[in-house]
């Protein structure tokens, strides 16, 4: 390990120790505009990242709505926090199927009328290791980006107009840095148009998504200028970190009493089943921003792209 890699995750470690002990320390009074009749609603949340999200939103004392694509998984996810003291309910959700999105939100509307956070963490992600196959692109983009895009759009309307406001953070990752380095598109001119709120637009990130997957679909994905790694699924999360940012902007134009807030943030290389369990961090530290963010008193934190707490460039 160069000198270089070795103070990285030096500096990585501290922060996490750092992390850990801001969770032992309790929200103030003034900090907290949470009760248990706040309903956080919680994406893909029978294992790994989002079961972890789930079970802190709850010891925080919120209702967490626990989902899960298989139901009967989801239910023994629930019965776990549920046996732990945690008010959380649990329902069927496959972000995938678009009358699954309806039947959960007719459910929602009619048992709890409301939600005051959605955190977006369903995805998936089918390449390990040095494998950057394309064979699953087109699950990977519906999934990450439409799945999630989608959500946002049946929740917005049960999200309860507040003061302090309603919340939706969506689960991402560096891999989607528009300006990254290492793995960003080639292409400079379609990297500033989606960079500028002035030009971004729904039309374009889908503009976006369709070209990469036609080029999948005709085999000249690899000339295509594509980041380089994890190709599919960094595309789709460059697709909901852009579409964040356009939320975050139309959002804000809302008046007072019925904001909301939108942000992302990368929970970094987790040791949950996506990463084969290859990660380097703990679920429990992953979830920790997810929560964080979540229940920030900030009014003036949106659009933003955060990791371990802080904020980062898209």
Excluded at 17 to 33: G, K
Excluded at 122 to 128: I, K, M
Excluded at 258 to 270: R, S
């Amino acid at each position: 390990m160069t000198r270089k890699k070795e103070k990285a995750k030096e500096r990585r470690e501290k922060r996490l120790q750092e992390i850990s002990l801001l969770r032992t320390i309790p929200y103030s009074d003034h900090q907290r505009w949470w009760s248990q009749e706040t309903i956080a609603v919680v994406t893909g949340a029978n294992r790994g990242i989002g079961f972890e999200i789930a079970r802190q939103l709850a010891g925080h004392g919120l209702t967490v709505i626990l989902t899960s694509r298989n139901t009967s998984v989801g239910i023994e996810a629930s019965k776990v926090l549920q046996e732990g003291g945690f008010n959380v309910d649990v329902h069927q959700l496959d972000i995938l199927d678009s009358e699954s999105i309806s039947r959960f939100a007719e459910w929602v509307q009619e048992k709890y009328g409301n939600i005051d956070i959605l955190v977006n963490n369903a995805g998936v992600n089918y390449n390990l290791g040095a494998d950057n196959s394309v064979e699953f692109a087109k699950q990977t983009i519906d999934t990450n980006y439409y799945g999630t895009k989608n959500m946002i759009k049946a929740m917005i309307p049960l999200m309860r107009s507040s003061a302090i406001g309603a919340r939706i953070v969506n689960v991402s990752s560096r891999l989607g840095k528009l300006n990254g380095r290492r793995n960003r598109i080639e292409d400079k001119e379609l990297r500033e148009q989606l960079s500028k709120l002035d030009t971004l637009s729904e039309e374009l990130i889908d503009q976006t998504v369709c070209a990469f997957l036609q080029q999948v679909e005709d085999g000249t994905w690899e000339s295509g200028g594509w980041p380089k790694t994890f190709t599919d699924y960094s595309v789709s999360k460059l697709a909901v970190n852009t579409y964040t940012r356009l939320m975050a902007k139309e959002l804000s134009e809302r008046p007072e009493g019925e904001k909301i807030f939108v942000n992302c943030y990368c929970p970094g290389w987790v040791k949950t089943a996506m990463t084969g369990w290859a990660g380097n961090i703990s679920a429990e530290d992953a979830a920790d921003t997810g929560v964080w963010l979540s229940l920030l008193s900030d009014q003036a934190i949106t659009g933003k792209f955060f990791a371990e707490r802080r904020e980062i460039n898209f």
